[in-house]
């Protein structure tokens, strides 16, 4: 295991920790994600996001993406993930949405939210594991652990069953952020549009007032349309990555 790897391996637990514990300190014990997301800027993800820049800055780390245009003409691939995203907000507004202030909460939080994750996945392990080994073990190892973290939830929630079907679910669409900062070349769009879907599920989430506490606990069929609803955007990204063996080989140190 290169130094690299060593590095952005201890990034990621620190950053985990600081996800995870400053979400249950913000929150002053469980509560549901919404809650967090509708309440005031929370300070947990421009925090983690503001530790991986220091990382990266101290490191030089400068294939990220963070410093790279979009190919010409990559944009259009975005074309699934957007269909989604507009059909989340315009569900939302039949629903009835949340006032606009709950609304700028939302699309502030998930902006450090899709910076935060995609900085750490798609760039920092992504960039460390790819010098390490083959592209596709490179990108399987990132979507596994996108969606491990994801089932930390609980501690959060305390609910386990929604936490790991939110695991399973962001596994498939860490495959297709993955693909995106791969046939874009930068990380810009990855996060954009990581941060847009996340704006778009939570408004939809609390439109007609349906705020963390007069919801339900999901049961059912209900924690599988996650997985469901992603599995589209999954199969897309294998298509995209389908040449990325001959595309992407494993940088030079």
Known sequence: M????????GAFVI????????GRLRAGGEAELVEGMIHGVNWVFPAAAAFLLAVVAWQRWDDLGLKTAPAAGSLRLLWLP????????VL???????????????LINTFFVG????????????QALRHSLAIWPAILVTSLLFGAIHSLNVFTTGHLLPA????????????LFIAIRLRTGSLWPAM??????DFGTFTLGAAGGQMAGREAAPTGIQMLLPLLLVLPNALYALWLLRHV?????RPED
């Open 15 to 22: 950053w985990t920790a600081l996800t995870v514990i400053g």
């Open 164 to 175: 790991v079907m939110q695991s399973g679910a962001a596994l498939l669409s860490g495959l």
């Open 82 to 89: 957007a269909l989604y995203i507009a059909a989340f907000l």
């Open 245 to 249: 063996g001959r595309t992407h080989a």
């Open 115 to 126: 910076l935060s994750e995609e900085l750490m996945f798609r760039g920092v392990l992504l």
């Open 2 to 9: 290169n130094r690299r790897l060593l590095l952005a391996l």
């Open 192 to 197: 954009i549009i990581h941060g847009l879907w």
């Open 92 to 106: 939302g507004a039949i629903l009835g949405l949340p006032p606009l202030g709950v609304i700028a909460f939302v």
